[in-house]
């Protein structure tokens, strides 16, 4: 059976603690279920350096101010493998992004396809964005759960623009659009996706890096 690393596993389990913490929605909370559930069993381990992209200069700007400790502990875990992560960009398919969309947006998958553990079953990532800027609509079939790290406002569904606040969560179905955008300051966030799947096969309907 493959093995977690020591720094992996603390993010892993600092990332439960605050999920638990901040997760009220009672779908958000059997997802999450899962989830830490599956965690339980470690997939393979991607070996090697990781890579960064222009966004990742705003990750020192990224302040938690009055959040909790458990948001402070899973920030701290998280920059302990963060030279560690692959950072990836997404495509604007829809012509929603804003015009600073290509160096101003990073992914990191953590957990999952392309990710530290890599398996198909559980995703879980973070996004950074810079300050001003908009995020694509998109969707994708897996349901996800939001853990806000920073100010900046979100979309899903027919909603308004509305903004979690640091520590802020919500969970966002099986295919339905969403987008953010950055205010003044860079936005940060990490989600949990459940595809359900652990035969290899990708079960991502319009995307290939979430969230």
Same mark, same amino acid.
């Given at each position: 059976?493959?093995?977690?690393?020591?720094?992996?596993?603390?993010?892993?389990?600092?990332?439960?603690a605050?999920?638990?913490?901040?997760?009220h929605? /009672?779908?958000? !909370?059997?997802s999450?279920?899962?989830?830490?559930?599956? $965690?339980?069993?470690?997939?393979?381990?991607?070996?090697?350096?990781g @890579?960064? &992209? /222009?966004a990742?200069?705003?990750? /020192?700007?990224? %302040? &938690?101010?009055?959040? %909790?400790? &458990?948001?402070?502990?899973?920030?701290s875990?998280?920059?302990s493998?963060?030279?560690? $992560?692959?950072?990836?960009?997404?495509?604007?398919?829809?012509? =929603?992004?804003?015009?600073?969309?290509?160096?101003?947006?990073? #992914? +990191?998958?953590?957990?999952?396809?392309?990710?530290?553990?890599?398996?198909?079953?559980?995703?879980?990532?973070?996004?950074?964005? +810079?300050? #001003?800027? !908009?995020?694509?609509?998109?969707?994708?079939?897996?349901?996800?759960?939001?853990?806000?790290?920073?100010?900046?406002?979100?979309?899903?569904?027919?909603?308004?623009?509305?903004?979690?606040?640091?520590?802020? @969560?919500?969970?966002?179905?099986?295919?339905?659009?969403?987008?953010?955008r950055? =205010?003044?300051?860079?936005?940060?966030?990490?989600?949990? $996706?459940? /595809?359900?799947? %652990?035969?290899? %096969? #990708?079960?991502?309907?319009?995307?290939?890096?979430?969230?």
């Amino acid at each position: 059976m493959a093995e977690r690393g020591d720094q992996l596993q603390l993010l892993v389990d600092a990332a439960q603690a605050a999920f638990d913490k901040h997760a009220h929605d /009672p779908r958000a !909370r059997q997802s999450l279920g899962q989830v830490f559930s599956a $965690l339980r069993v470690p997939g393979e381990q991607r070996p090697g350096k990781g @890579s960064r &992209l /222009p966004a990742c200069q705003f990750l /020192p700007m990224i %302040s &938690l101010g009055a959040g %909790s400790q &458990l948001l402070r502990d899973l920030q701290s875990r998280f920059q302990s493998i963060e030279p560690l $992560l692959t950072w990836r960009r997404r495509q604007d398919t829809s012509g =929603t992004a804003s015009e600073n969309f290509e160096d101003g947006h990073a #992914n +990191a998958m953590i957990i999952g396809p392309g990710g530290l553990e890599e398996r198909n079953d559980v995703w879980f990532g973070a996004t950074l964005m +810079a300050p #001003n800027m !908009r995020y694509p609509d998109h969707d994708h079939a897996p349901e996800e759960v939001y853990l806000v790290m920073s100010e900046g406002e979100f979309q899903h569904g027919g909603s308004a623009w509305f903004s979690p606040g640091i520590g802020g @969560s919500f969970y966002n179905s099986p295919g339905i659009k969403h987008a953010m955008r950055s =205010t003044q300051k860079p936005l940060f966030a990490f989600w949990m $996706l459940r /595809p359900g799947r %652990s035969d290899g %096969s #990708n079960p991502n309907s319009s995307e290939q890096v979430p969230p």
